[in-house]
């Protein structure tokens, strides 16, 4: 069974970072694409940035720059160091992984395993 646990979400003024964790078991993330996505109150869940298994990363356009996607094999863990935050990046932010080794679009239907997420917020 795979199970993915976020950490690292917390209160961080605008203009600070946070790096979040995604530990992994029951699937080994570097075979396979996986993702951050998050989700604002009261809006759709969006992609946030995504990896193939070969190394590929694709970045949403509102954290070019600010976020950074990185992994650790040996402990099958991903991480999501996020830079220079602002209020709108508040969401709560979750770890996916998909059935497949790269996707074409990033989107939650290409996803198969989730975490229950971790809450970012960010204070003006």
């Known amino acids: 069974q795979v199970q993915l646990v976020e950490s690292g979400g917390g209160l961080v003024q605008a203009g600070g970072s946070l790096r979040l964790s995604c530990a992994a078991s029951?699937?080994?993330?570097?075979?396979?694409?996986m993702a951050w996505f998050r989700q604002a109150p009261g809006k759709e869940r969006e992609f946030v940035v995504g990896?193939?298994?070969?190394?590929?990363?694709y970045y949403a356009d509102s954290v070019k720059g600010r976020f950074t996607i990185s992994t650790d094999n040996a402990q099958n863990t991903v991480y999501l160091q996020m830079n220079s935050l602002k209020p709108e990046d508040t969401a709560v932010y979750y770890c996916?992984?998909?059935?497949?080794?790269?996707?074409?679009?990033?989107?939650?239907?290409?996803?198969?395993?989730w975490g229950k997420g971790t809450l970012v917020t960010v204070s003006s």
């Open positions: 996916a992984v998909s059935p497949y080794g790269a996707v074409t679009r990033w989107y939650a239907g290409t996803m198969d395993y």
């Open positions: 029951g699937r080994t993330f570097s075979r396979y694409a």
């Open positions: 990896r193939w298994s070969g190394g590929n990363t």
